[in-house]
């Protein structure tokens, strides 16, 4: 219809430029229009007087529009419009036909195998069309570019699909090869995550049009998914952790399934999830982490009945364990019951060390935990390195007077460039009573105290948690989280507490207690710099474990969680990092790996060398050169060639001085990723043809890609010019025009 009513097809007015080849100026069209109109006007206005009392005001004025209106089409076609548009020169010019091979393709998802569909699309007179005008080039697209013969080999066994490398290549054999566009059939769904901007740019800088045409149904057809599956990459041995797994489902709302998580042949955790009337939900499982080692995760969904695809209901991870002890430096002003029931509390922990400095009396501190005689043999760190030798502090009644004032920076400095923890305690001479709400501590607590004294109070109160504190593991003393919330509305009164005054905005309230009708909060956290912050506002917890029977571990499990989230994930002074931890298909990785001092400065003339040990148990080592924009960064890209995890050592040393290391894990699996998002990528295939100047079609409507394709700037091209003066279009909307008027007149009972 619409060649029909336009002479051409719609990619020669996308592309094309409208000209008028009239021999007059175009400034003497539109004085021709103005003046065309004007006359009309005065014509109108003259013979005002004899108009019908019906034909009035507006309904004048819109018979000058209409009559105007043909008059500016009819100059328009006496000036010869056209449309000035470069297409590609007959038989001179290649077409390369990219057919997508990979597995993906071979989903019946639309009656017969997608792969199937191509094949037929391609036979039943696309190809030959297409070589009526140009010489056409088959690939095989899927983990490469492969030229093929013809399509009597497509197979839809390809393990990936990598549509940016292919048309990357093609886009280089376009320098010395006539390719004048790409036709590409695929259902859209890339391993790599899209089209890359090197891919793009070559594409947009050899104007080469690529037309998709997308093979497959656009949504997921009885099928459940799992998206994503997320843990952190390293814990402490034992540690309670939190795995959040991405769901997408069609066709199974309101059905329930069993989400596993499993890991060294064993179960870890599970839960039975109701599947949403929505596209996507998250759900989160917890479980326990092991005591050594690296373990590989599982997240595993149980198969329901009617499923087309099985093969995408489990995803993988790689877990560390960190086995080093995080060493806590514990400051107490004075002797006091929650001192001892805290050390307690975590001296059978195998991830926790607690060195403490007590003050007994005003000039005396008694030290335990200590490595040797000499730490903390002159009292609280007075350098920044000797400080920074902890993973976190804890602050309990002691006034911050007790601090010199380099040693209060040094705080600040171990939270914000080392990465520590600090935890304040309640206390006599804690917070707002012990001095608190001054710098560098007022930036440092995750609340503004009160500009009051006498905040700490000696009553009975009961904790209680907030939402958040329902759902954070720094407050799980039961596995079952509902069970959890149960028991702490049952524990013990705290035998006192303390106003801390009103949360930051970007802190987080987890318990709190209700003093006299007002709820104060208890615990709060709050990140900062590079580390975190905390305060319980008591030192009353230790009655949860002399009000309890002695088997009873609420008071011993909340404060293993609350330390091991305070110094847990402390960094080291090197650390190594990846942005994809999991490569699909694809061996390159990137390593990163920040670089610093005992001071925790960046050290930009460090040796940093990676020891990578793979699947097979073989190793290689390779060197991390530095980053040239970021102080203390190193960086190196390294092939993973197995499928299978790897373990990674990074060490970094200063000329002979070892400065530190760190263990980074990561998986490879290939032909995996076919499995997951198999329904088509519309939006990729559109937006890929939108922005190479090309066009998206589907099986029903490609039978108009042979005429619109010739259009393009690529390969070699001769400019033409299409008359539009004779077009159907400009006949019909002229008498339309016309008639229009007519039957307004006629309505107007002025005809």
């Not at 699309?121 to 983990?143: H, I, S």
């Not at 059905?255 to 109701?274: E, F, H, P, T």
């Not at 995408?312 to 086995?323: A, F, G, H, K, M």
């Not at 002691?398 to 040693?407: D, K, L, N, R, W």
Request: some cysteine; overall charge neutral.
């Amino acid at each position: 219809m619409f060649e029909f009513l336009f002479k051409y097809p719609a990619s020669v007015f996308s592309k094309g430029t409208f000209v008028l080849l009239g021999s007059w100026p175009k400034w003497a069209l539109f004085a021709a229009i103005a003046a065309a109109a004007g006359i009309l006007a005065w014509a109108i206005w003259r013979r005002r007087a004899q108009f019908a009392p019906s034909l009035r005001g507006m309904r004048v004025i819109a018979i000058w529009g209409l009559q105007a209106l043909t008059l500016t089409l009819l100059l328009i076609v006496l000036w010869q419009p056209a449309i000035s548009v470069t297409s590609l020169r007959p038989q001179q010019n290649i077409v390369a036909v990219v057919i997508d091979e990979s597995r993906s393709m071979g989903l019946a998802d639309m009656g017969k195998p997608r792969e199937q569909i191509a094949a037929d699309l391609l036979n039943n007179g696309l190809l030959k069309r297409l070589g009526t005008r140009f010489q056409v080039r088959l690939y095989r697209l899927g983990a490469g570019l492969d030229r093929i013969p013809d399509t009597s080999g497509l197979q839809a066994n390809q393990r990936a699909t990598r549509i940016g490398k292919a048309l990357h290549q093609i886009a280089d054999e376009s320098s010395t090869l006539p390719i004048g566009a790409v036709v590409l059939l695929s259902d859209g769904s890339d391993n790599t995550g899209g089209i890359d901007v090197d891919t793009m740019t070559a594409l947009e800088q050899r104007k080469l049009p690529v037309s998709t045409i997308g093979i497959g149904s656009p949504e997921l057809n009885k099928d459940v998914e799992l998206d994503g599956f997320s843990v952190p990459s390293r814990a402490l041995p034992g540690s309670r952790l939190q795995a959040r797994v991405n769901i997408r489902q069609s066709g199974f709302a309101g059905n329930r399934a069993k989400l596993v998580i499993s890991g060294g042949g064993s179960i870890l955790g599970q839960r039975d999830v109701k599947l949403r009337d929505s596209p996507e939900q998250v759900e989160s499982v917890e479980f326990s982490a092991g005591k050594s080692g690296v373990q590989e995760l599982e997240a595993r969904l149980d198969p329901l009945a009617g499923e087309t695809n099985t093969a995408n209901n489990e995803l993988r991870q790689v877990l560390s364990i960190d086995t080093t002890k995080k060493r806590i430096l514990y400051v107490e002003g004075e002797p006091r019951w929650e001192y001892k029931f805290l050390r307690r509390a975590v001296e059978d922990d195998p991830a926790l060390h607690i060195v403490s400095m007590l003050r007994t009396t005003q000039n005396k501190i008694y030290r335990q935990g200590i490595g040797n005689p000499n730490e903390l043999a002159d009292g609280f760190p007075s350098k920044p390195e000797d400080l920074f030798a902890y993973q976190g502090v804890i602050l309990g009644s002691v006034e911050s007077a007790f601090f010199t004032p380099q040693q209060q920076q040094s705080l600040k400095d171990f939270v914000d460039r080392r990465g520590g923890g600090l935890l304040f305690l309640g206390g006599r001479w804690a917070l707002s009573d012990g001095g608190y709400n001054v710098p560098p501590f007022t930036e440092l607590l995750p609340v503004n105290l009160p500009q009051r004294k006498n905040t700490f109070q000696r009553s009975f109160v009961a904790a209680e948690l907030t939402s958040a504190g329902r759902t954070s593991l720094i407050c799980r003393i039961e596995n079952d989280p509902e069970k959890s919330a149960e028991h702490w509305e049952v524990l013990p009164y705290l035998a006192n507490y303390q106003d801390p005054g009103t949360p930051k905005p970007g802190a987080v309230v987890l318990a709190r207690v209700d003093a006299g009708g007002t709820r104060v909060p208890l615990l709060i956290t709050e990140n900062y710099g590079r580390g975190r912050t905390a305060v319980f506002a008591t030192a009353g917890s230790w009655r949860w474990q002399m009000q309890q029977p002695v088997t009873d571990m609420s008071q011993e499990t909340f404060w293993r969680q609350l330390l091991r989230w305070e110094a847990g994930a402390t960094p080291g002074p090197v650390v190594a990092s990846t942005p994809d931890a999991l490569l699909e298909d694809d061996g390159r990785i990137q390593l990163r790996t920040e670089v610093r001092d005992k001071a925790y400065l960046p050290v930009s003339d460090a040796d940093v060398q990676a020891d990578i040990v793979e699947p097979d148990g073989s190793s290689e080592s390779i060197s991390l050169r530095p980053d040239p924009l970021a102080q203390g960064v190193y960086s190196a890209t390294w092939d993973a060639a197995k499928d299978g995890s790897y373990v990674a050592e990074i060490k970094a040393k200063s000329g002979t001085q070892m400065l530190g290391s760190d263990v980074l894990t990561f998986r490879r699996e290939d032909g995996v990723a076919e499995n997951f998002h198999r329904e088509q990528n519309r939006e990729l295939l559109q937006k890929l043809a939108a922005e190479t100047g090309g066009r998206y079609y589907t099986p029903r409507t490609a039978r108009r890609l042979p005429d619109e394709i010739s259009y393009s700037e690529a390969g070699i091209t001769s400019r033409e010019i299409k008359d539009l003066w004779d077009m159907p279009a400009i006949f019909l909307l002229i008498l339309m025009l016309r008639s229009g008027e007519w039957l307004l007149r006629r309505r107007w009972g002025t005809v």
